[in-house]
């Protein structure tokens, strides 16, 4: 059995495209994300960020299925 890590980019450099994303994801719902650590965040800030991640990609695909 293979332990891989979740977080693992298959492209190394789409890291920097992520945290950007990341970074206006947790904009646009109202959470002050520093570049690092972010340990202090609230399970709900998390959460809130997660989403906003999740929802935006589903948009993106659906803009491009048209």
């Known amino acids: 059995m293979s332990t891989r890590n979740s ?4 492209n190394p ?3 920097d495209a ?3 994303f990341k ?3 947790a904009s646009e719902v ?9 340990g202090d965040l609230t ?3 998390a959460g809130s960020v ?3 991640m999740v929802k935006k990609m589903i948009e ?3 803009n491009g299925m048209k």
């Open 30 to 38: 109202g959470v002050n994300l520093k570049n690092g650590y972010n």
């Open 18 to 20: 992520m945290d950007k």
């Open 50 to 52: 997660g989403g906003q």
């Open 60 to 62: 993106a695909y659906e």
């Open 23 to 25: 970074m206006e994801a």
């Open 7 to 10: 977080n693992h980019l298959v």
């Open 13 to 15: 450099s789409a890291r």
């Open 43 to 45: 399970s709900r800030q």
